[in-house]
Nanobody, 121 residues
Framework: QVHLVESGGGLVQAGGSLRLSCSAS????????MGWYRQAPGKQRELVAT???????YYADSVKGRFTISRDNAKNTVYLQMNSLKPEDTAVYYC???????????????WGQGTQVTVSS
C-alpha cells in the first residue's frame, strides 16, 4: 500500500501565502512525476503544477509566477509554495504521485485525500 499525506491548507486573505506539503510512504520503488491538482466547487479537477524526478516543472498559466513546486526525493515529498493568492485559487488541492512499487512493474497513479485552500477577498 502507498499512502499520501497532505498538509498546509487553510484560510488566508487575498495576497497571502500558503505552503502545501505531500509525503508519500509505503511500498514505493521509484517515483517519477509528482504534482498538484485542484477542484473548485462545481468545476472539474484541473492541473496546477507538476515536477519530474529531474526537477523539471510545469505550471498552469493561472498560477505561473505565483506558485512554486518543489520536491525532496529523499523524503518522497512534494511541496507547493503559493504566493499572491487570489479568491479564484479557492479549491480543494490534491497531491498526485506517479511511480513504481517494484522494478519492472507497472506505473501507478496515487492521490492524496485533498486539502482545502480558501482565499478570502
Amino acid at each position: 500500500q502507498v499512502h499520501l499525506v497532505e498538509s498546509g491548507g487553510g484560510l488566508v486573505q487575498a495576497g497571502g501565502s500558503l505552503r502545501l506539503s505531500c509525503s508519500a510512504s509505503g511500498s514505493i520503488f521509484n517515483i517519477n512525476e509528482m504534482g498538484w491538482y485542484r477542484q473548485a466547487p462545481g468545476k472539474q479537477r484541473e492541473l496546477v503544477a507538476t515536477i519530474t524526478s529531474g526537477s523539471g516543472s510545469y505550471y498552469a498559466d493561472s498560477v505561473k509566477g505565483r506558485f512554486t513546486i518543489s520536491r525532496d526525493n529523499a523524503k518522497n515529498t512534494v511541496y507547493l509554495q503559493m504566493n499572491s493568492l487570489k479568491p479564484e485559487d479557492t479549491a480543494v488541492y490534491y497531491c498526485n504521485v506517479r511511480g513504481f512499487r517494484f522494478r519492472g512493474g507497472p506505473e501507478y497513479d496515487w492521490w492524496g485525500q485533498g486539502t482545502q485552500v480558501t482565499v478570502s477577498s
